[in-house]
Every structure is written in structure tokens, then in C-alpha cells.
């Protein structure tokens, strides 16, 4: 006679009773473990239906090069993250770098001519010209003294016409170096002309903006991102030579995305900006997403009927990288149908991995001892803090949103607080009137 493989016997059968018994034994027998909890809450909400859709990144950008010059170095390649402002890759700058040293070394001349004029005349600059412009007034006090006694020998006709006119023309030299040297001293004390000062000043401004163009340039041979984000494409190798506009790497940002759904157009009035959302991705199972419509695009696709719904979807980054990548397929409910009552309960309670989600609720037995049951459920329409709950539960039970990871199944629990909801909706709105903002 053949057997299914699948057919208990009736040896293994009272074994597999015996397990199951022999584990709940055990979660009893284990010491009361802490936990919050809350209550499930009963409101009006509208109907979800599911959408496909499509994660898509919060920006993208092409990157390309400003310049014309030769890559010399990648610094992150495909698949690594780059900050804000984070080097893509660098151009060769050797012969720029000569011109900036170039330039530098004149700003600094300009910048100690200025000091120089600036600063002014000397001290001892000062007393040398004054000592000049005494000793030239020396000379000329001397130079008409003797002219003096030279036109009284003249007028008593003991000094010829000669002399008296060689030292008047010594007298007229030493005066005029003296009022040359009495000038420079008056110029020295004043310090240099205002006029002076303004062209030097002129000269450094000219030369800084030389220099900063030159670091200008340089800068543009240093490719860098926009944004935070992730490189998805390397468009150039090292040593590839690249014109000004050529495209050298793309970056996507993720720390955020957009999932993007289509929704047709008997459904597309019924879809606000501003509601939250929950977002499936098949990829990732034991993930739960929410997010806010941030955009419904008045302009249906003139095929298929559909109206672009974005849902702008905060992303989960580890360190392999960002769960939510782009061009992955996921599904939306969308609250478009009518209002309908429903059990919800906090975000927190839900336990994903499994085949099927769940949440433990808290049952009370002799003395006031508490133990935990799993009830599986279907998640239904979310909202900033809760999400709709389809299964075997009632408003008013409490259902363990602290401390439920770690739960078995009858395991003894001691409430160590009782979290409200962070917001409860009022039921006589669409979606429960709640349907602003994320977790």
C-alpha cells in the first residue's frame, strides 16, 4: 500500500503534541518578562486599494565636467556613498597649481608695497631728511652772509663785478637745495599721498581676483556631488581625457525616495496630498514602509488612464547600503474607497519575519498575571501612528508595542507602562482626519 509522505503516523503524531506542549511549558516557566503596551482603538476609515508602483530616488544628477582636463583619480566608483560636497573624481592640475604660486607670489608684492605705503615714513627716515634740510640751510644762511660782505667790498670798490657775482650765484644754489631738501623733509612727514595708497590698493584687488579665478579653476578640476547620495554610474576611467559638459559619474540621492503610482482616473480624485500611506515592497518582506503623498500629477497618461501619484518614502540605511533601492517594484494602498470602520493599533505592535504578521496581545489570568498571545492579522490602510489591523481583534485590547520582539507564545508579562497613541484620529473624518506627516 502506498503512503504519502506527508501522512503522520500515529508514532510521530502524539511526538509533534508533545513538542508543542513542551514549548508553551517552557514559555510559561520562564520569569515575567517587561513590556509597554496599548490599546487598539476602533475608528472610521477609508477603504485602501493597492496600486503598483515604483521606488524611484528623491534626485539625480548627471555629473559632468567643467573643464577640460584629464582624470588623474576616481575617488568613490559605483555603488559607494558620497556626502554633500564629497570629491568625485580630479582632474590633472599640475600646470594650473604653477600659474596660482605665480599669481600668489604677486598678491604677496602687491600686499608689502601697500604695507609699505601704509605704514608711512620712518622715524629715523625722517630725522635724516630734517638733518639734511639743516644742513642745507646752513649752507644757504653762510652763502648770504657772504653775499652780504661781498656787495659792502663791492660798493666801496674793494670787490670786483666778477666775484660778486659768483657767490650771488652760490647764494641762489645753496638756497634752492635747501628748499629742495626742506620739501623732501615736508614730504616725509606728511607720508605718502592718499592717491598713492588707493592704486595700491587697486593693484592687490586686481591681483586677489587673479587668484581667486585661478582657485576657481582649480576647484572645477575637482568633480564633486550635490548631495548626499549613492554613485549608480561611472562614465569615465582614469586617464580618460574630458571635454567641459562631458558626463563623469551619476549620483542618486536615497536617503529619501519617491514611489511612484499610477492610479486611474475614477480613483485619482479621491487622492490628497498630505495622506500617509503604507508602502509594500516584495523585495523586502520583513520591512514595513510608510509614507506621505507629496504629489498627484494633473496629467494622465493619454493610453492607459493613469494619474502619477508621488509618495515621498523615508528609507532605511545600513551598512550594506539602502534597503529601498531605485527601480524596485512595490505596491500602494491608496485610501479611495468609502469609509469603513476598522481595528487599528500602533505602528510598534506589528512583528514582521514570519509568514504573516502578527502582534501580541495581553491576556489576563488568575491574580492579575498577564501572558501574551499571537493573534496573525492582515495590515490594512496606515496612518502617521497607526495602522489598520484585519484579523480576530477587538477595540480596547492591549497589544505589546515595547519588548515584542524577543515574546514567545503564553510567555508570562509584567506592564511596565501603557503607551497612548500618539494621535486618534476623529472618526468622522475621511482616513480618521489624521492623515498628516510620518512616523
Known amino acids: ?16 503534541v508533545a513538542t508543542v506542549c513542551v514549548s508553551i511549558t517552557q514559555a510559561q516557566q520562564q520569569p515575567p518578562a517587561p513590556v509597554a503596551v496599548a490599546e487598539t482603538v476602533q475608528m472610521d476609515v477609508a477603504a485602501g486599494q493597492t496600486f503598483v508602483a515604483t521606488v524611484m530616488p528623491l534626485k539625480r544628477s548627471v555629473v559632468g ?13 559605483e555603488g559607494e556613498r558620497v556626502a554633500e560636497g564629497g570629491t568625485l573624481a580630479k582632474l590633472l592640475t599640475a600646470t594650473i597649481e604653477l600659474e596660482l604660486a605665480a599669481a600668489q607670489a604677486e598678491l604677496d608684492l602687491r600686499n608689502q608695497e601697500l604695507a609699505e605705503l601704509e605704514a608711512g615714513s ?22 648770504q652772509a657772504q653775499l652780504t660782505r661781498l656787495k659792502q667790498l663791492r660798493n666801496s670798490n674793494s670787490a670786483s663785478t666778477e666775484e660778486y657775482e659768483l657767490v650771488k650765484s652760490q647764494a641762489s644754489q645753496r638756497e634752492q637745495v635747501y628748499q629742495e631738501l626742506k620739501a623732501a623733509y615736508d614730504l616725509m612727514v606728511e607720508g605718502p599721498r592718499t592717491e598713492r595708497i588707493a592704486q595700491a590698493r587697486a593693484q592687490v584687488a586686481f591681483q586677489q581676483a587673479m587668484v581667486d579665478r585661478i582657485n576657481d579653476r582649480i576647484k572645477k578640476y575637482t ?35 519617491e514611489v511612484y503610482a499610477y492610479v486611474v482616473e475614477q480613483h485619482a480624485a479621491h487622492v490628497k496630498p498630505g495622506t500617509t500611506v503604507r508602502v509594500d515592497v516584495p523585495a523586502l518582506p520583513d520591512e514595513l514602509f510608510t509614507g506621505v503623498i507629496t504629489t498627484v500629477i494633473p ?7 493613469t494619474f502619477p501619484v508621488k509618495i ?8 550594506s547600503g539602502p534597503l529601498l533601492k531605485a527601480g524596485m517594484y512595490a505596491r500602494v494602498q491608496l485610501p479611495v474607497g468609502p469609509p469603513q470602520s476598522a481595528v487599528m493599533v500602533p505602528k510598534n505592535a506589528l512583528v514582521l519575519g514570519g509568514p504573516q504578521p502578527l502582534v ?25 501612528n497607526l495602522i489598520q489591523a484585519i484579523g480576530p481583534l477587538k477595540a480596547g485590547q492591549l497589544v505589546v508595542v515595547e519588548g515584542n520582539e524577543r515574546l514567545r507564545p503564553g510567555q508570562s508579562v509584567v506592564i511596565s507602562s501603557v503607551v497612548k497613541p500618539a494621535s486618534t484620529p476623529r472618526s468622522s473624518e475621511p482616513n480618521g482626519g489624521a492623515n498628516h506627516g510620518t512616523d
Open 223 to 257: 568633480i564633486m556631488s550635490r548631495f548626499d547620495g549613492y554613485v549608480v554610474a561611472e562614465h569615465v576611467d582614469e586617464g580618460t581625457w574630458v571635454q567641459s559638459g562631458d558626463p563623469v559619474m551619476e549620483v542618486v540621492a536615497l536617503d529619501e525616495v
Open 312 to 319: 515621498r518614502v523615508q528609507n532605511k540605511i545600513t551598512d
Open 360 to 384: 501580541y496581545v495581553v491576556e489576563t489570568g488568575d491574580g492579575n498575571s498577564h501572558s501574551v498571545r499571537p493573534v496573525p492579522i492582515e495590515v490594512g490602510v496606515a496612518m502617521p
Open 122 to 143: 620712518r622715524p629715523n627716515e625722517i630725522e635724516q631728511a630734517k638733518a639734511k634740510m639743516l644742513g642745507a640751510k646752513a649752507e644757504m644762511e653762510f652763502g
Open 65 to 77: 565636467s567643467a573643464v577640460d582636463g584629464r582624470v588623474v583619480e576616481l575617488v568613490v566608483h
Open 299 to 305: 496629467q494622465a497618461d493619454a493610453k492607459a488612464r
Open 1 to 16: 500500500m502506498n503512503h504519502s509522505p506527508f501522512r503522520l503516523t500515529p508514532c510521530v503524531l502524539p511526538l509533534i
